[in-house]
């Protein structure tokens, strides 16, 4: 069984920077894929930013593709959302997720989650 734990979440102001990271125990870390998603009271969960097991592919929401960068580290077991340029639209709880379907954007091919940290960014 995989767990997922994030961290680096908080408040900040727009145009801010902030980091999340998620740190993965169980399992084989370097075979999945591993992924973001955010949801917003009353919405649905959205894909985010995903990245392949060997960190060479990703793929990115268009609402955040040029200012969101997804990295992973494999010996470590963790895995990074670098955030440039936040806007107040990005505030949401945000969650790691990791699956074997190669870098999919829908909720239900991942197997494992975390428990969500909770970004506000301030206009």
């Known amino acids: 069984q995989v767990q997922l734990v994030e961290s680096g979440g908080g408040l900040v102001q727009a145009g801010a920077s902030l980091t999340l990271s998620c740190a993965a125990s169980?399992?084989?870390?370097?075979?999945?894929?591993m992924a973001w998603f955010r949801q917003t009271p009353g919405k649905e969960r959205e894909f985010v930013a995903s990245i392949s097991p060997s960190g060479t592919i990703t793929k990115y929401a268009d609402s955040v593709n040029g200012r969101f960068a997804i990295s992973r580290n494999n010996a470590k077991a963790t895995v990074a959302l670098q955030m440039n340029t936040l806007k107040p639209e990005d505030t949401a709880v945000y969650y790691c997720a990791g699956g074997m379907r190669f870098i999919a954007t829908n909720t239900g091919a991942y197997d494992y989650w975390g428990q969500g940290t909770q970004v506000t960014v301030s206009s």
């Open positions: 169980g399992g084989t870390f370097s075979t999945y894929t």
